[in-house]
């Protein structure tokens, strides 16, 4: 039996629908516990759709498979190749007595993400509202709202009522 850790993203997560658990023994190591429908981060911005409705669940693809295989919502902080074994820790905010650990593996696919691009353009890291999570949707939604509502606000002079509703978009995404 082979070992193999991956994460939670579109490419890891179309391995691990596709790799037979009963010849490879699995396991998953991911911060985050569950798979994200990115294309429709958008719509859960303008309220068009929950952000429920995008997410499944790792621990439901993995009741899928015909052989079991072990979920860790941890992060890897460190891949010791030499001795086959990556290191995760919890990296959520309550703490067991074990919060560190080391899994060993044959096999290691690697999922790292992707960041965030600003496209060159001075400013827009420490301005703007990055939409790559669902925290990230739900925030941009509380600020647009926030600004609506503000602009509401009784006695709000048109050049401040100007200034809270002019919005920028950057990047070409979703």
Not at 111 to 129: D, K, Q, W
Not at 137 to 156: L, N, S
Request: aromatic share 6%.
């Amino acid at each position: 039996m082979c070992h193999r850790a991956t994460g939670t993203g579109w490419g890891s997560v179309a391995l691990l629908k596709k790799i037979d658990t009963e010849n490879y023994n699995v396991i998953v190591v991911s911060p985050r516990n569950y798979f994200l429908f990115t294309p429709l981060l958008p719509s859960c911005t303008t309220g068009n759709i929950e952000h429920r409705s995008i997410m499944e669940p790792v621990r439901q693809i993995l009741r899928q498979k015909k052989a079991s295989a072990q979920y860790y919502e941890a992060e890897c902080t460190k891949i010791d190749a030499e001795r086959k074994v990556i290191h995760i820790s919890d990296n959520s905010d309550v703490k067991g007595d074990v919060h560190k650990t080391e899994i060993s593996y044959d096999m290691l696919v690697i999922g790292v993400g992707a960041e965030n691009a600003t496209f060159g353009i001075p400013g827009v890291r420490e301005h703007s509202c990055f939409l790559k999570e669902i925290r990230d949707a739900q925030a941009i939604r509380t600020k647009i709202m926030d600004c609506v509502e503000t602009a509401g606000f009784k006695d709000q002079s048109p050049e401040e009522i100007d200034r809270l509703l002019h919005m920028v978009v950057v990047g070409g995404g979703p």
